[in-house]
């Protein structure tokens, strides 16, 4: 079983529709990080959440980080094909001298022109 | 400043077989962290170096070791492969081990064992 469980595991919608993506675990995390990975490439960090209940916005995506520090939510406006991808959230869980990353298994969204 | 990069970028091994693979983090980090993801699944951790030290580590057999060197350059060896090791192999570096750090990963090394 994942720490870190992801939902959905796949996404198909047409280009300018929003969407949600939700990570959910029952541990605290330190810290959140959110990833973008495209085929054959190594997960791009999209950014890091810290504090519960803390809002993030980079352009048209906000990601947010629950206030018991449990859970995390990516939420996608008006998507374009370019945001298709694989997306991953991490949680770090502390422990003596190093932070240890926990993904989730990821969700797949394809995005439609 | 250079991005992290791995090599090789691909590889295929026989089962029983060891393989080392490299990692070189981006300029001035000095931690390193290895995970593995199979096909479908999110990177699962293996282990992390700092300061050329092993200071944490996965659920993962001692058949998986690393080392790190001065410049914090990182590799990962696996003795006896399984066919279950075939994945991709990922290593991140980030400066420090005491968070929120950011980790920047490189593209990682496609390892197939037969």
């Known amino acids: 079983t994942q720490l870190l469980e992801q939902s959905p595991q796949f996404l198909s919608i047409q280009e300018g529709e929003n969407l949600t993506v939700y990570c959910n675990s029952s541990?605290?995390?330190?810290?959140l990080q959110w990833y973008r990975q495209e085929p054959g490439e190594g997960p791009v960090l999209l950014v890091t959440v810290v504090t519960g209940g803390e809002v993030k916005k980079l352009k048209r995506l906000t990601f947010q980080f629950g206030d018991a520090r449990k859970d995390s939510s990516l939420h996608i406006t008006a998507a374009q094909p370019g945001d298709t991808g694989l997306y991953l959230c991490?949680?770090?869980?502390?422990?003596?001298?190093?932070?240890?990353?926990?993904f989730g298994s990821g969700t797949k969204l394809n995005v439609k022109p | 400043e250079t991005g992290v990069t791995q090599s090789p970028t691909h590889l295929i091994k026989t089962r029983g077989q060891q393989v080392t693979l490299r990692c070189s983090s981006q300029?001035?980090?000095?931690?390193v962290s290895w995970y593995q993801q199979a096909l479908g699944q999110g990177p699962q951790f293996i282990f992390q170096y700092y300061r050329e030290e092993e200071n944490g580590r996965g659920n993962f057999p001692p058949r998986f070791s690393g080392l790190q060197f001065p410049n914090y350059s990182s590799e990962l060896n696996v003795n006896a492969l399984e066919l279950d090791d075939s994945a991709l192999y990922l290593c991140?570096?980030?400066?420090?081990?005491?968070?929120?750090?950011?980790?920047?990963f490189g593209p990682g090394t496609r390892l197939t064992v037969t």
């Open positions: 541990s605290v995390f330190s810290s």
């Open positions: 991140a570096s980030s400066l420090g081990v005491f968070g929120p750090y950011e980790q920047y």
């Open positions: 300029s001035g980090h000095n931690t």
């Open positions: 991490a949680g770090a869980i502390s422990g003596y001298n190093f932070n240890k990353f926990y």
